[in-house]
């Protein structure tokens, strides 16, 4: 009797069971465009069409797209397909002009997206102290200056090795500033630390982080630069959400992180830096 009353409930249970339906977003994809470009570089931009939610692995490349640049409204020419399957401009952007990127595929129709490049912010009176942290490890200290200018401005910092005149690798440090977004566990920063000027702006600003000597002493120091990266709010915005994006990837219970697009009718980033690149001494 007991096993009969089981059976009923799932029987009723099954009747009740409702399939929802679900629309592939893949019906509606998109046109991506990805570029971030700076002054005395040219342009290069990486185009796909957006992957479905069902399949996010399938991006394509697209090799038949028509890709044109405009400086403050007058055309400066039309971008070529490289080798590799990036659209590139011998062009170096410049300060002071509004950029438009305006894409389009007979598939996935017309987009468009606009940046500037701000003005390029250095760093002085650095300082460098062997010290010991709280856990007993033998660090060196760098404080720095940064001289804000009035309005809003964004900046991404890291600190990066340079090993030729081409190549660079980001350094991990730590660092309490409460203004420093994107960093991990324990206030460390891998990818660099995204921070904007509310907490300062217009003043002059006394930066502090921690480096891991890894027990090589000064030498340690031998060749590594502060990189301050001075960026458009659609450039800071989207590094933020990007590094959200890849902290919370694989993470079932992780809230989803949308990444920041400012290309209208489709997706993707076109965004404008400038860099300023100090010798740490020794």
């Not at 650095?126 to 809003?152: H, K």
């Not at 990189?227 to 993470?251: C, N, Q, R």
């Amino acid at each position: 009797m007991k096993n009969i009353f089981y059976i009923l409930i799932l029987i009723i249970v099954g009747s009740c069971t409702k399939q929802i339906p679900f629309d592939d977003p893949g019906t509606a994809q998109k046109l991506v465009m990805n570029a971030l470009i700076e002054p005395n570089d040219s342009i290069a931009v990486a185009v796909s069409r957006s992957a479905s939610i069902l399949n996010p692995s399938d991006v394509e490349v697209l090799d038949n797209a028509e890709l044109s640049l405009f400086e403050d409204g007058q055309l400066v020419g039309d971008l070529e397909l490289d080798e590799f399957g990036i659209y590139r401009m011998d062009f170096a952007p410049e300060e002071g002009y509004v950029y438009e990127l305006v894409g389009n595929h007979a598939d996935l129709g017309m987009v468009s997206s606009e940046t500037t490049i701000p003005s390029a912010i250095g760093v002085s009176n650095i300082t460098v102290e062997e010290t010991i942290n709280f856990n007993d490890e033998q660090i060196f200290r760098v404080e720095f200056d940064l001289d804000d200018p009035s309005g809003d401005n964004f900046y991404v910092l890291r600190i990066v090795e340079n090993q030729d005149d081409v190549n660079q690798w980001n350094r991990a440090f730590i660092s309490t500033e409460p203004f420093f977004l994107g960093g991990a566990q324990d206030n460390y920063f891998v990818d660099g630390a995204a921070f904007r000027d509310d907490a300062f702006d217009g003043q002059n600003q006394r930066i502090r982080i921690d480096l891991d000597n890894h027990g090589l002493g000064s030498d340690f120091l031998d060749n590594l630069h502060i990189l301050l990266i001075s960026a458009t709010e659609e450039h800071f915005l989207y590094h933020v959400s990007y590094k959200a994006h890849v902290d919370t990837d694989g993470d079932p219970f992780a809230q989803p992180v949308q990444i920041y697009s400012n290309v209208d009718n489709g997706l993707g980033i076109f965004a404008g830096h400038n860099k300023s690149l100090t010798e740490i001494p020794n």
